[in-house]
Each structure stands twice: as C-alpha cells, then as structure tokens.
C-alpha cells in the first residue's frame, strides 16, 4: 500500500471506502436528487422545500456518452505531473435517480472499450498530486463483467 | 396586436484577430447600421448593448460605452449580458421597449475582442462556482460538451467524422462569400479529418474560434418604417426561455443534470423548446421557413440543431445534411453566413450577425450566398446556464 497522505479535492461531495458513492442530497417532500447537493431551497417549480437528506447515490450506471481530451484545459485545471496527459471524461446515466453525472474515466480503464449504454461503477482515484498529498476525486470504469 | 418590429439598418465590421479595442468595432458597425437605415445618429432613442466579460467595465456597460463613443445625446440605455445569447437579449430588449412605446428607434450593439484559446473562467479561488469547478474537478471545457453530444450522436444515431467534417465543409463554403466572416477558405474533407483531435471525436477545424467582432441592428416600430417608406424585414419573434424543470439535457457548465424521479422530463428537450417558443410567437413553423443560422460552436452541434429546429425528425440530421439540403441551394439552407466555422465565436456579437444574416437574405441582399426566394428564417443560439436564444424574422 502507498503510504501518501490522501486528501479529497473537494470536501463531502464522495465517500472514500471500498464501495465509494457520491453524496447527494434529496427533497424530503418531493423526492428529488440532487448533486451537487441541493441544501437551501428545491429547483422543484412546484415544490417549496427547503429540508433535504444527505444520501448516497447509487454507485452503477449506464454511459450516456464520451470524449478524450488532447489538449491541456487553462487554469484551474492541474496537471497530475510535469507533463500532460490526455484524459477521458465520460457521462453515466444513475437509473435510480434519473440523473446523468460527469467524471474522468478511471487511469487504468480504456477508452477505445466505451460505448453508450454500457455499465459504469463509481471508484475514487487520484486526480493530481500537490505538496506530498494525493487529491482524490470520483472517477467512472466500466464495470468488471 | 402584432409584436413585429422592423428592422430598418444592419451593419457589421469584419470578424477577426484584429487586437485593437472592441469599442472601435462597435463603432464601425453602429455607423453602417445608420447609414443603411438611413438615419442619423441623433434618431436613436435607445441604445441596447449586449456585453463582453472580457474588457472591463466598458464591456460591462456596453450600452453606456457605445453611446458615449458615438455622443452622448441623452437616449436611453441598456446592457444586456447572457452569455452567448447577450445580442439576443440586446435585440429582445429594444423590440420590448418599442412595441410598450418607449421609443420607436433603438440600435441594438454587441461586439467582443477576445483572448487565444480555450475560454477559461475567472480567476481565484472559486468553491460555489460551477464554471470554475468543472476545470479543477475533472478539466471540463467548452468543448467537452461539443464532444460529448457529437460521441452521442454517432452511438445513437450512426453519426461519422466524415458528417462532422462535411459540415465544416460545407459552412466554410458559404463563409467564402460572406465579406464579413473571418475565414475565407475552402476545406477538403479530408484536410478537416487530418486536422488534430481535441476532443474526441471533435478536430480543430470542427471546433469555433474566438474572434474580434462587431454586429448592430436598428429596429424600430413598424409605423416608423412606414413613415419612412420603407417596407422592412420584421423581426416576428424572439425566444429567450427558460429550460423547464428537469433540465434532462446537459448544459454547460453544469456536471449534472436534473434528476427526474420526482417531475417526468419535459415533452421537448431545452433548445427545442426554444425554437418551439419562437414558432409558437410568430405563428410560424419550421415549413415556413427558407433558412436558419445555428450556433455551431463545433460542426456536430449544428446537426443537434437540424432536429432541435424541426427541420427534420430527431435522429435524422445526418441524412438531411448527407442530401445536401443544408447547403445553399439546398431545401433548407443551414449557416448561410458561413456560422461560426467561417466567423469564430465573438461572443455578444454574435447573436446580433445572426440576425443581420438573415436581413440580408430576406432583402435579397446576400450576394453570391444568396438564398433563392428566402421568405423567413430563424436564428438559435445557446449561452451558459440555460441561456438561449431564437428569433423569427420574415418579409
């Protein structure tokens, strides 16, 4: 196991255990998703809610599509290491929550196996590494048939 | 009542690198407007500026900005910023203000000087701004959002790269005729597939530039018209609606989208239903129309347009394109002015070029791209956050 001190790049939007899920929020009256989390008032026309549970979304879901990128993103993109590397950005579609997420494709998953339609789970990765800490971030991979 | 408003002068400086002061842009085209509406500049009772982010304060007041460089003569104001769809909310806001009989003549102004390269947000440290976290989290660009329709596309519907590059093609064709596009060039196939990949599966020549540019309209109320003798192009609806919750389709900058557990998602998905709202405004349908100017920030994304404007069936843009009928000449004619392939983005102008297109076509004025018997026509385009934007305009 490495021993670099890991941190999120972004406080309380993923767990970090061994089934690692988003976090998301949801309308304790009308029901609705939301993530990022929704915490003051429901994007709901209809629906005058401001309570919200905190709750986890559902880790699998179905790509709805995808791109490589070539080309280094301006600040405040960061570079994982001295040189750029291109990456994947890929959307899934979450059956339970009717909702389509963004993520980069997870460092050992290929992009060439993409397709829409197929199953993605959620994994948490590295995304850059900063002052002797790894930032951590959610990725998506084709899940393991 | 009839809402039309006339559109009695257009005027544009050629888009380009020019890197002079985009004031001096929007001047140029402010005084081609006028003489081609034939008024002066004290006719104008109201000045709508559709702002750039991207020069200061003065982009931020650009109704302000144009009317101090052209005199002040104590007109009325006002500044607009939607994203890319600002000109259209420039545009919306004079044909409001004539049609409550707050004035009867307004010039309608955007122009942009703009950075090289991918658009960034701003600057700091920006934790509760979804454009600024879209970069850190995952470097999310503009162009990943081109990319990631284009890839649906050819998944869902069996898109090629060769659709995207034809497009191109084809819009680098009428560009070549249009004196105030950018780009005057005409691609190969092939020279756009051979072109270098940045997202996937979108090349440089498929994804727009940023430009230097400037666009003005003058409208005024369709009695002034008459008074002058003119027998104007109208502008006979402009769209500026929200999405309707959920939002299903992704916008950018946002890395989700609405979840629809709770409401089923909307009959028409966001830029359909702008277009709808246009039609629906000038009793109108996409049968009446002789031509459209679409926000084809990459190539692919005007085939997204074809069905978002009903100009065919969903999923059928590749044919639409594949029989020519985009093409001038064609049954519908898509990007006369050679869109922002030939143009390159300059963002608050850019709503405004559009609809001097269409002028242009509907006076018969377009020259060598000219549009045989063009009757009507309508422009869409999209800014950020569910900013979009369509307008109507007819004989």
């Known amino acids: ?145 | 009542m009839s809402h039309d408003v006339a559109i009695l002068g257009v005027g544009m400086h050629q888009w380009g690198k020019w890197g002079k002061n985009f004031v001096e842009y929007g001047l140029k085209a402010t005084q081609d407007a006028l003489k081609d509406a034939g008024l002066e500049w004290r006719d104008i009772q109201l000045i709508a500026g559709a702002e750039t982010v991207r020069n200061g304060y003065p982009g931020y007041v650009a109704g302000a900005t144009f009317a101090e460089a052209m005199g002040w003569t104590g007109a009325r104001i006002s500044s607009s910023y939607a994203a890319c769809a600002s000109g259209a909310q420039a545009i919306n806001d004079a044909r409001a203000q004539i049609l409550a009989g707050f004035c009867d003549v307004a010039l309608v102004i955007g122009a942009d000087t703009t950075p090289k390269g991918f658009l960034a947000p701003n600057a700091g440290e920006r934790w509760n701004d979804p454009d600024w976290l879209r970069f850190r989290l995952m470097g999310c660009t503009n162009p990943t959002y081109f990319a990631l329709a284009a890839r649906r596309r050819m998944d869902v519907y069996g898109a090629t790269e060769e659709d995207f590059a034809a497009v191109k093609v084809k819009n680098a064709r009428h560009g070549m005729a249009n004196p105030y596009a950018r780009y005057h060039k005409e691609f190969t196939l092939q020279q756009v597939l051979e072109s270098p990949m940045v997202a996937d599966p979108l090349r440089l020549f498929e994804i727009c530039a940023t430009s230097d540019g400037a666009a003005a309209v003058i409208l005024t109320s369709m009695e002034f018209a008459k008074s002058r003798n003119v027998d104007p192009v109208k502008v006979r609806a402009v769209a500026t609606t929200t999405p309707t919750f959920p939002c299903t389709t992704l916008e950018m900058p946002n890395i989700s989208t609405d979840s629809a557990v709770a409401v089923s998602e909307p009959t028409r998905p966001f830029k359909a239903s702008i277009a709808h709202d246009a039609y629906e405004e000038a009793g109108l349908g996409p049968d009446d129309m002789s031509l459209a100017e679409v926000y084809d920030l990459s190539s692919a994304l005007e085939l997204d347009w074809y069905e978002n404007l009903g100009l065919c069936a969903e999923g059928e843009a590749e044919k639409l394109l594949r029989d020519g009928d985009t093409r001038i000449g064609g049954r519908i004619p898509v990007n006369t002015s050679g869109g922002l392939a030939s143009f390159g983005e300059a963002v608050p102008a850019q709503a405004v070029a559009q609809v001097c297109e269409l002028t242009w076509q509907l006076r018969g004025d377009a020259g060598d791209r000219q549009v045989k018997g063009a009757t009507a026509g309508i422009t869409a385009n999209i800014g950020l956050f569910g900013h979009g934007s369509s307008v109507i305009c007819s004989k």
Not at chain 1, 95 to 102: D, F, R, S
Not at chain 1, 116 to 141: C, F, N, P, Q, S
């Open chain 1, 1 to 145: 196991m490495s021993t670099t001190p890991t941190a999120p790049v972004i406080e309380d939007w993923f767990s970090h255990d061994p089934e690692p899920h988003l976090i998301g929020t949801r309308c304790k009256q009308c029901a609705t998703y939301y993530f990022p989390k929704q915490t003051s008032f429901c994007r709901n026309p209809d629906c005058f809610s401001s309570d919200f549970d905190e709750v986890p979304l559902s880790r699998t879901g179905k790509v709805w599509s995808y791109t490589k990128h070539f080309y280094q993103p301006p600040e405040p993109f960061i570079t994982d290491g001295e040189e750029f590397e291109p990456y994947t950005i890929v959307g899934v579609e979450l059956e339970a929550e009717k909702m389509m997420v963004l993520g980069q494709l997870a460092a050992d998953a290929s992009f060439e196996d993409l397709k829409a339609g197929i199953e993605m789970e959620l994994v948490i990765e590295k995304l850059y590494h900063r002052d002797g800490t790894d930032y951590m971030i959610w990725k998506w991979k084709p899940t393991a048939s």
